[in-house]
């Protein structure tokens, strides 16, 4: 594609030519890799963020019609992305350390108190007849669906109802048994067992 007219670019993309958008790409490619991690400091970050900005080009070719030259287009995509980048990161490191300098004794306890009944449960789990153990881990940890979990392992929705249910009841049982629980962790395991 030369240097890369806006029109050769355009038509390029209304054509679908996938040989001639991988030479434009392999062309800018590593000026613009080295651009981004000027900024984010983070060669695979900056990796994702230019071959984002090409995805977004083979994508949506019509936004090209308003863009003069392609090499500036290319280079103020990759620069705005990486400068989002970073205050996006920074952002959320100013949160992380407000969580931590707020960080209280209490909070401590607690959530030591809930990692501890999830370590629990998750030791009853395993302890799960097999086939329950099986279907309640395809539920809870693999987010499937009863009625998906019933296609794969080829058995109705009931069955997989029935073992989840089952799976709950002994769960519970043999959390409570466990430990003496007083109402709060009782409250705390029932959260567990429907919502982690």
Same mark, same amino acid.
């Given at each position: 594609?030369?240097?890369?007219?806006?029109?050769?670019?355009?038509?390029?993309?209304?054509?679908g030519?996938?040989?001639?958008?991988?030479?434009?790409?392999?062309?800018?490619?590593?000026?613009?890799?080295?651009?981004?991690?000027?900024?984010?400091?983070?060669?695979?970050?900056a990796?994702?963020?230019?071959?984002?900005?090409?995805?977004?080009?083979?994508?949506?070719s019509?936004?090209?019609?308003?863009?003069?030259?392609?090499k500036?287009?290319?280079?103020?995509?990759?620069?705005n992305?990486?400068?989002?980048?970073?205050?996006?990161?920074?952002?959320?490191?100013?949160?992380?350390?407000?969580?931590?300098?707020?960080?209280?004794?209490?909070?401590?306890e607690?959530?030591?108190?809930?990692?501890?009944?999830?370590? @629990?449960?998750?030791?009853?789990?395993?302890?799960?007849?097999?086939?329950?153990?099986?279907?309640?881990?395809?539920?809870?940890?693999?987010?499937?669906k009863?009625?998906?979990?019933?296609?794969?392992?080829?058995?109705?929705?009931?069955?997989?109802?029935?073992?989840?249910?089952?799976?709950?009841?002994?769960?519970?049982?043999?959390?409570l048994?466990?430990?003496?629980?007083?109402?709060?962790?009782?409250?705390? @395991?029932?959260?567990?067992?429907?919502?982690f």
């Amino acid at each position: 594609m030369g240097k890369g007219t806006v029109e050769s670019l355009q038509l390029m993309l209304e054509k679908g030519n996938k040989k001639a958008f991988t030479d434009f790409y392999i062309q800018y490619f590593k000026r613009l890799l080295i651009e981004s991690d000027k900024y984010v400091k983070d060669i695979y970050v900056a990796e994702e963020i230019v071959q984002d900005v090409f995805l977004k080009i083979w994508e949506r070719s019509a936004d090209l019609t308003q863009i003069q030259s392609v090499k500036s287009y290319l280079y103020r995509s990759v620069i705005n992305a990486s400068i989002n980048y970073v205050n996006r990161q920074r952002n959320l490191e100013h949160h992380h350390q407000k969580i931590v300098d707020e960080f209280t004794e209490d909070q401590a306890e607690q959530l030591d108190e809930e990692n501890e009944l999830i370590i @629990l449960l998750f030791d009853e789990i395993e302890k799960l007849p097999p086939k329950c153990k099986d279907i309640f881990k395809m539920n809870r940890f693999e987010r499937l669906k009863y009625r998906e979990i019933a296609l794969k392992l080829d058995v109705s929705e009931r069955t997989v109802e029935n073992h989840i249910a089952n799976a709950l009841k002994l769960l519970r049982e043999a959390m409570l048994k466990k430990r003496n629980t007083e109402i709060g962790n009782s409250i705390k @395991l029932f959260q567990l067992l429907f919502f982690f």
